[in-house]
């Protein structure tokens, strides 16, 4: 089936850095979704790409959307402690709606 | 406007014991969606609902999982006998239309089977 490779699993970085994480497929996805979840909650989407080669930006928030289309990227610039969480990529399985996640980057930002 | 909720946000049993998760979809979402992360591992879709019909159930792992959506309102996800491998967190999410729109995750059901 249908999987998504997330790194790197983990970052321990000081505010101010910039943060880069990826997913990679072996099969193409149409849809790529990136969440964060944060301690005790659910994961909330940050950005959607729906067209290969897209880049979108959300805040300090950037995201691409893989040209072959079995891969995107976010980047977060200028980190913050309000950034710590889990960050999975996602996208939904072909001809269906249930999405698959990435096994998330956890993110700790120290001040 | 209220988000998805989950009830209980803990549950600890013990193996072979009974366990019911709830979820209150966003209101007037169709569409609700039950999800589990064991522990380290990514999130994994377990089935779809649209208003009460299962439209989706190839994630459910086996027959101790019966979930349904009475009304086509919130919706419950039974494990009958709960067995160790069990844990995890279970979240709910429910989206407004079909494949195109967000799915609104709740905070989810952390599941301790001892």
């Known amino acids: 089936g249908q999987q998504l490779n997330q790194s790197p699993q983990s970052m321990f970085i000081q505010e101010g850095e910039d943060v880069s994480m990826n997913c990679t497929s072996s099969s193409i996805f149409n849809t790529w979704l990136w969440y964060k979840q944060d301690p005790g909650e659910g994961p909330v989407l940050l950005i959607a790409l729906y067209k290969a080669g897209e880049l979108t930006s959300n805040g300090r928030l950037t995201a691409q959307f893989g040209i072959t289309r079995k891969d995107s990227f976010l980047n977060i610039s200028a980190s913050i402690p309000s950034d710590v969480g889990i960050y999975f990529c996602?996208?939904?399985?072909?001809?269906?709606?249930?999405?698959?996640f990435g096994t998330g980057t956890l993110l700790a930002v120290q001040p | 406007e209220a988000g998805v909720t989950q009830f209980p946000s803990h549950s600890v049993i013990e193996k072979g014991q009974t366990v019911t998760l709830r979820c209150d979809p966003i209101s007037g979402h169709d569409n609700l969606y039950w999800y589990r992360r064991v522990m380290g591992k990514e999130i994994k879709f377990l089935l779809h609902?649209?208003?009460?019909?299962?439209?989706?159930e190839s994630g459910m792992p086996n027959n101790r999982f019966l979930a349904e959506r009475t009304g086509g309102t919130y919706s419950t996800l039974k494990v009958q006998p709960a067995e160790l491998e069990d844990s995890g967190v279970y979240f709910c999410?429910?989206?407004?239309?079909?494949?195109?729109?967000?799915?609104?995750f709740g905070p989810g059901t952390r599941l301790t089977v001892l």
């Open positions: 996602a996208g939904p399985a072909r001809g269906t709606n249930k999405l698959i």
């Open positions: 999410a429910s989206s407004l239309a079909g494949s195109t729109d967000t799915q609104y």
């Open positions: 609902f649209v208003k009460e019909s299962k439209q989706d």
